[in-house]
């Protein structure tokens, strides 16, 4: 079921025989760190990311008791990231440069396990591949912890697949003995960095047994992965008590763009490529293993049956990519909890299964027509990497993330503020996209303004967010005392403004000068009495 011949490998990896997989890994992984780092200080930080920042600012001590409340099943990350940002600070590039990082790792992981089944070829085109994949680049360039989910999936299967198949088998018992204790701790720091990675071992128990590991192998991965379940326990009951946080996403669709697209290729023709590359990998592998076997005959047939099964990329991929996922997708029709981007641990996978494609395109182009099939394969991978380019360019503009302009909004109040001004925002958007945030995710244009509506800031709360008195209680406080000048900030969404806040303000006397400021999706207008 490999994806290269003996004849494939002589002919067409001949200048690269030389290299070891881990070079090409390590080549590979420091590529897709530059490309996820280039222009990620560009897209405006948006709420998940305002969410990673805030959390990682707060003292341990405040921090803790705030994940029993909100935001367990992203504890590890934040604890990290507290210690991250007092090294390199709270920059966009800051934040988001482990994420690159960590999906260097990942393509890394993806590259060797390509090249340790397909040869030096197999290995450069899954690299490529994983380099571009829309996912991939775009946890690479987002301050979550869901580059991290990838690269640790990647290394626990590249761990699996050694202790199952090659020198995992060659080392002495006390060594495969630390291995496993490595997988299950491994399995269970993953699930900790994002809870839903643990059912990446639902598709490590399928390679298991589509490849009829022995049962030895069978024995320990259950122990390892029954350890790691338990560790795990106490996540899963915070993560089930604190639900009602992602309850939102009961009222998302499940539709065939959920399905398809958005987990992994976040556009149609880039989805419409990498299955047809999919579709052409998993056909080929069910023909070399059935078909095959049905021409040889029955005896044959059952031999093999009884035979251990090669662990190939292919089925590596398969149940990586479909089988968490669809767990997930079963688990959402009981308790919604279920959105595109909470698979990213699964990217690495499409990267693999589209690399497996591009080959198996090469071969059978090559036989039919007697082109040389690394020319297709490489004309296949260019046109790849030119259908990702416009999302790639897409995911670094500046309102990129979730259509966000806090660093705008922050510019323009820097510009038009002075001593002695106050600020109140827009409170009637949902907690992610309120306005407030481009103060706390961008201060320095809010250094010569007061915040009268600010009750207990985020940091001195359970939850992650500042809380807020009304406008009415604000003023019976005395918080616009000696306050002449007021800028309302609004979410201005389409055009469409609420107002929030207006009536009360000039209530107070304050009345708009008809001076406003436009950002891309908020309105800043001045008030004075």
Same mark, same amino acid.
């Given at each position: 079921m490999s994806t290269l011949t003996t004849t494939d490998r002589?002919?067409?990896?001949?200048?690269?025989?030389?290299?070891?997989? @881990?070079?090409?890994? $390590?080549?590979?992984?420091?590529?897709?760190?530059?490309?996820?780092?280039?222009?990620? @200080?560009?897209?405006?930080l948006w709420g998940d990311e305002a969410t990673t920042l805030m959390s990682a600012r707060r003292p341990v001590a405040t921090l803790l008791p705030m994940l029993f409340h909100v935001d367990a099943v992203h504890g590890l990350y934040y604890l990290g990231m507290h210690g991250w940002i007092r090294l390199a600070g709270e920059s966009p590039f800051a934040l988001r440069f482990p994420s690159a990082v960590a999906i260097g790792f990942a393509v890394a992981a993806v590259t060797l396990l390509a090249g340790r089944r397909g040869g030096p070829k197999a290995a450069v085109v899954a690299g490529i591949v994983a380099c571009v994949v829309p996912r991939m680049t775009y946890a690479g360039e987002e301050a979550r912890s869901f580059a991290f989910t990838a690269a640790a999936a990647g290394w626990l299967t590249v761990l699996l697949l050694w202790l199952v198949d090659g %020198?995992?088998?060659?080392?002495?018992?006390?060594?495969?003995?630390?291995?496993?204790?490595?997988?299950?701790? %491994?399995l269970a720091l993953t699930s900790y960095l994002f809870l839903y990675t643990a059912s990446i071992a639902v598709a490590h128990v399928?390679?298991?047994?589509?490849?009829?590991?022995?049962? /030895?192998?069978?024995?320990? @991965?259950?122990?390892?992965?029954?350890? +790691?379940?338990?560790?795990? +326990? /106490?996540?899963?009951?915070? $993560?089930y008590f604190e639900r009602s946080q992602i309850g939102y996403l009961g009222n998302q669709p499940i539709d065939p763009a959920t399905l398809l697209w958005m987990p992994w290729f976040g556009d149609g023709w880039v989805a419409l490529a990498a299955w047809a590359c999919i579709a052409l990998a998993v056909g080929s592998a069910a023909y070399a293993r059935w078909g095959r076997a049905g021409r040889r005959g029955t005896s044959t047939a059952a031999t093999a049956e009884r035979a251990p099964l090669p662990v190939s990329a292919t089925l590596v991929g398969a149940c990586w990519l479909i089988l968490p996922t669809g767990t997930l997708l079963l688990v959402n029709l009981a308790f919604p909890m279920y959105t595109a981007r909470y698979s990213t641990f699964a990217a690495p996978a499409a990267a693999l299964l589209i690399a497996e494609g591009l080959?198996?395109?090469?071969?059978?182009?090559?036989?039919? $027509?007697? =082109? /040389?099939?690394?020319?297709?394969?490489?004309? %296949?991978?260019?046109?790849?990497?030119?259908?990702?380019?416009? =999302?790639?360019?897409?995911?670094?503009?500046?309102?990129?993330?979730?259509?966000?302009?806090?660093?705008?909004?922050?510019?323009?109040? %820097?510009?038009?503020?002075? /001593?002695?001004?106050?600020?109140?925002?827009?409170?009637?958007?949902?907690?992610?996209?309120?306005?407030?945030? +481009?103060?706390?995710?961008y201060p320095a244009g809010f250094t010569a303004v007061s915040d009268p509506t600010l009750r207990t800031p985020y940091y001195r709360n359970i939850g992650w967010a500042d809380r807020v008195y009304s406008i009415p209680k604000a003023a019976e406080l005395g918080r616009f005392d000696g306050v002449h000048r007021v800028w309302l900030v609004e979410n201005d969404v389409d055009g469409s403004l609420d107002h929030d806040g207006l009536a009360e303000l000039q209530a107070l006397g304050f009345e708009e000068t008809g001076r406003s400021i436009p950002t891309h999706r908020t309105l800043l207008i001045e008030l004075t009495r």
């Amino acid at each position: 079921m490999s994806t290269l011949t003996t004849t494939d490998r002589r002919t067409d990896t001949e200048p690269l025989r030389a290299v070891r997989p @881990w070079t090409i890994a $390590a080549v590979f992984g420091l590529v897709a760190t530059i490309v996820c780092a280039t222009g990620s @200080w560009i897209p405006s930080l948006w709420g998940d990311e305002a969410t990673t920042l805030m959390s990682a600012r707060r003292p341990v001590a405040t921090l803790l008791p705030m994940l029993f409340h909100v935001d367990a099943v992203h504890g590890l990350y934040y604890l990290g990231m507290h210690g991250w940002i007092r090294l390199a600070g709270e920059s966009p590039f800051a934040l988001r440069f482990p994420s690159a990082v960590a999906i260097g790792f990942a393509v890394a992981a993806v590259t060797l396990l390509a090249g340790r089944r397909g040869g030096p070829k197999a290995a450069v085109v899954a690299g490529i591949v994983a380099c571009v994949v829309p996912r991939m680049t775009y946890a690479g360039e987002e301050a979550r912890s869901f580059a991290f989910t990838a690269a640790a999936a990647g290394w626990l299967t590249v761990l699996l697949l050694w202790l199952v198949d090659g %020198g995992g088998r060659t080392v002495p018992a006390s060594v495969r003995r630390a291995c496993w204790a490595v997988y299950g701790v %491994g399995l269970a720091l993953t699930s900790y960095l994002f809870l839903y990675t643990a059912s990446i071992a639902v598709a490590h128990v399928a390679i298991l047994l589509f490849s009829r590991a022995s049962r /030895p192998a069978l024995r320990a @991965w259950a122990v390892a992965t029954g350890c +790691a379940l338990v560790a795990v +326990a /106490p996540l899963v009951l915070l $993560a089930y008590f604190e639900r009602s946080q992602i309850g939102y996403l009961g009222n998302q669709p499940i539709d065939p763009a959920t399905l398809l697209w958005m987990p992994w290729f976040g556009d149609g023709w880039v989805a419409l490529a990498a299955w047809a590359c999919i579709a052409l990998a998993v056909g080929s592998a069910a023909y070399a293993r059935w078909g095959r076997a049905g021409r040889r005959g029955t005896s044959t047939a059952a031999t093999a049956e009884r035979a251990p099964l090669p662990v190939s990329a292919t089925l590596v991929g398969a149940c990586w990519l479909i089988l968490p996922t669809g767990t997930l997708l079963l688990v959402n029709l009981a308790f919604p909890m279920y959105t595109a981007r909470y698979s990213t641990f699964a990217a690495p996978a499409a990267a693999l299964l589209i690399a497996e494609g591009l080959l198996v395109l090469g071969r059978l182009v090559s036989r039919r $027509a007697g =082109v /040389p099939a690394v020319a297709v394969t490489g004309a %296949g991978l260019l046109a790849f990497v030119a259908v990702c380019a416009p =999302v790639y360019l897409s995911q670094r503009g500046p309102y990129s993330k979730n259509n966000s302009d806090w660093a705008e909004v922050s510019a323009a109040m %820097g510009a038009a503020a002075v /001593p002695g001004d106050a600020v109140v925002f827009d409170e009637s958007t949902r907690p992610s996209q309120r306005p407030r945030l +481009a103060m706390r995710t961008y201060p320095a244009g809010f250094t010569a303004v007061s915040d009268p509506t600010l009750r207990t800031p985020y940091y001195r709360n359970i939850g992650w967010a500042d809380r807020v008195y009304s406008i009415p209680k604000a003023a019976e406080l005395g918080r616009f005392d000696g306050v002449h000048r007021v800028w309302l900030v609004e979410n201005d969404v389409d055009g469409s403004l609420d107002h929030d806040g207006l009536a009360e303000l000039q209530a107070l006397g304050f009345e708009e000068t008809g001076r406003s400021i436009p950002t891309h999706r908020t309105l800043l207008i001045e008030l004075t009495r």
